[in-house]
Structure formats: C-alpha cells, structure tokens
C-alpha cells in the first residue's frame, strides 16, 4: 500500500514533539535546532509543523550538480545521497518552501526522507497533526481539533 | 549481473560497476584519495590498487589495477591485501608524504602503513594539496571549469588561469568543500566570499541579510537548472516564514 505524509495544519498545537523525535532519529545529538520538520510557532498552542513536500518535479533535484538527490521509489522520499554531496548549498538556496537545511556541524545538507518510510515523527505528534497515511485517505478533511477540551493522556 | 570474488569472498554486482564497487559490497575497506562518488573514476592517486586476475588467465597469473576505475568482469578474482599490493600503497604513501608531510589526512594514513617518517627527500615548500584532481573536476562536472593544474611533473599546480583571479569562477566553494585535505583557502560570510583571489558578492535576503549564494551562483544555476531565479531570492528561513504564512488561513480556533 502506497503512504503518504499527511500534515494537517489545524490540529498542530505547537508541542514540539516532532521537532524532538527528528532530532533523536537522526544523527545523535538531539537537539531539536538539528530538526528537519520545524514548527513556525505564531501564538500559545498554535503552530504550523513546516516539512519537505518531496515534489514531484523538485527543485532541489534540478540544481542538484552532482545528482546527490534521488528519489527511493519505494518510500517516495527525495534522499540525499551523502557520498555524492558535494555541500555546494544550491539546494539549500533554491528550494522554494525553505525545506533544505544547512547543517554547520556536519557540515552537509539535512533533508526529510521520511526516515526510509517509517517517519519517527509521527507517533509522537499527540493530536494526528502529522500522519503517515495511504494515499486513499490523503484527501480526507482532518476533524477539527477542540481546544478548549483539550485534555491529554495523564493530563494536568 | 557478474559473480566474482574479493579476497576469497563472492559477491554479485552491477554490470556498471567497478572493482571498487565489488570490494565495498563485499565488506573489503580499500583505501581511496580521489575517489568521489558523484564523480567519474580518475585513478589519480594510485592508492586503490588491487591484484586481479581474469576467469580465463592462468592462476597464478595477477595484474596490478586501479579499483575505482576497473570494471567488473565475470568470473573475476581480485586480492586487495597481497603483500605486492600493501608494498605497492605504501611507497605511494611514502611520495605523498615527501610532497605533503604536514597534511594530517596522509600522515594519519601513512602511519596506518607504518610509516611516520618519509624516506624520501622531503618536499622543500611543503604543500598541502596532493594533486588528486578533485578540485578541477568537480569545477568541469558543475560546468564552469575555473581552475585546472598547470605545468608538469615537480612543477605541477592546481590554479586559475595565469594565476590571476578566475573570470569563470563562481564561488560555490565545490572545490574547496571536496578537497581531501583542505588545503583550498577561501572567506566567507553572509556579505562577501573571497576564493581564488576573486571577491565575490553574496545575494542575501533582502529581511534577514543571510545567504548561502553568490549572486554568480544563482544565474550559473538558474540557467543550467532552469529553477526561476526568485527561487534563490530569500533564505531558507524567510521562505518557512512565508510558507507558514500561507497554510496559517487553515488554523481554524476554537
């Protein structure tokens, strides 16, 4: 069965978990600044989660000079190849949404791949904000999140 | 697909691949200077050697290669450990460390060949850069060819044309971001870059003042891509602002 990452805006709630699992999932550090999914936060328990689209004629493919970005036809990721990097950054600057990240450290680009089609984010996003989902129920309109009940497993 | 053997071990590999290629799939560490994946097998620095011998060739008989750039063949055998070979690596080692004994990378792989000490006469303007040609070919792969070596034998370099500033170079830092010991100087901030002796102007954004580009940068690929030149326009971060602008419409508040 084919999946897709679905992000349903309306129900993020900002909690940064997903930025958190990221981190932990890739590379060792952990430190949520390393995220490849980031939460513009605009207000108390509201945001909106901002991650790779993974588009089908990308732009960080085309700039590309060194075919370093692949899609795996499997998962549908765009992957980035660290072997064939050669950290020129043109995807970093051409990429329209501001999806390719600059990591310092490691000196390389960080993108999402959908962590080889198990996305570590997504189980600990408590509201379904971000799913991993068939792609039948992709255009599902999520159900409004409540948030004046609001209440969470072993809630304050 | 071919069947051959690395060091006694079978594997199967691509058709396209190379000796190099086989080695890795069968768990072998082969050691490589100029080697890149996103770029074509050179076979510059002479450190891949491998014994191979031919289905059809007598069995004793082996030939001295360069892996990276060796295609498979089937019924192949290869030997990347033969005392020949460890010989072969080390006096490449020994001669790399004469011309670069200050280069951390080739003193740290020469001493995995026991050598701390070169036995040659050492190089009397000690250099960093091993001549593997990295540098220029990663500048012809992106399409712009600045620099290339010039002169032959002890004499040879790698530089710009007539040692003066670059008129193609676009300063994207491909060259000093892949050379295996860092030895391309270059200065960088979010207002100027300065390679090769050329000063550069960055194309930052016009809120945040970051960039990551060169203005020289953005058209080379803007025309090579065909990607709008808007694209490069704002930083990453103004673009995840902007995006963010854009879906908060949804955000429905109870």
């Known amino acids: 069965m084919k999946m897709i990452f679905k992000v349903s805006v309306e129900r993020c709630i900002a909690c940064g978990k997903c930025e958190l699992a990221c981190a932990f999932a890739h590379g060792s550090e952990g430190r949520p600044a390393k995220t490849r999914i980031n939460i513009r936060r605009r207000g108390p328990e509201l945001g909106t989660p901002i991650v790779c689209f993974q ?15 692949a899609r795996n036809s499997e998962t549908g990721a765009i992957e980035m190849v660290r072997s064939r990097c050669i950290s020129c950054r ?22 999402c791949d959908l962590c080889g089609g198990d996305p570590r984010c997504v189980p600990f996003c408590p509201t379904g904000a971000i799913a991993w989902v068939p792609v039948e129920e992709a255009a599902i309109p999520p159900e409004p999140l409540d948030r004046e009940t609001l209440v969470f497993e072993g809630g304050v | 697909m071919p069947t051959l053997t690395v060091n006694g071990r079978w594997v199967t590999v691509d058709s396209d691949a190379t000796l190099l290629d ?14 890149f994946d996103g ?3 050179w076979g510059g620095c002479r ?13 004793d008989w082996f030939k001295v290669v360069t892996a990276c ?11 990347t450990d033969s005392e020949r070979i460890i010989e072969t690596r080390r006096v490449v080692l020994d001669l790399l460390l004469a011309r670069c004994p200050n280069a951390p990378l080739i003193q740290k792989l020469a001493l995995e060949f026991g050598i701390e000490q070169t036995s040659y006469t050492p190089n009397p303007e000690p250099d960093d850069c091993i001549l593997c040609g990295l540098c220029t070919r990663v500048c012809d792969h992106i399409g712009v060819s600045a620099i290339s070596s010039i002169n032959r034998g002890w004499g040879r370099e790698i530089a710009p044309p007539f040692n003066e500033p670059p008129p193609d170079c676009i300063g994207c830092l491909a060259c000093a971001e892949i050379c295996p010991t860092d030895c391309i100087p270059y200065e960088t901030s ?11 102007e960055m194309l930052r954004d016009p809120k945040t003042g ?3 580009i060169t203005k020289e940068q953005a058209q080379h690929f803007a025309e090579r891509s065909g990607v709008p030149m808007t694209y490069f326009e704002t930083s990453d971060r103004s673009k995840r602002r902007e995006m963010a602008k854009t879906f908060e419409k949804l955000q429905v508040v109870k």
């Open chain 2, 47 to 59: 450190l891949c050697v491998v014994d191979m011998s031919q289905a059809n060739w007598d069995d």
């Open chain 1, 55 to 69: 588009c089908d004629d990308a732009a960080c493919v085309a700039v590309c000079p060194t075919e370093a970005l």
């Open chain 2, 69 to 79: 750039n060796h295609p498979v063949e089937e019924g192949m055998t290869v030997v």
């Open chain 2, 210 to 212: 970051e960039a990551v």
């Open chain 2, 39 to 41: 770029l074509e097998p």
């Open chain 1, 90 to 111: 043109m995807c970093v600057a051409g990429c329209p949404f501001g999806n390719m990240l600059w990591d310092e450290t490691y000196h390389c680009v960080q993108k």
């Open chain 2, 22 to 35: 086989a080695a890795r799939a069968a768990g072998v560490e082969v050691p490589t200077l100029c080697q």
């Open chain 2, 190 to 200: 979010n207002a100027h870059r300065k390679i090769w002796g050329k000063e550069f």
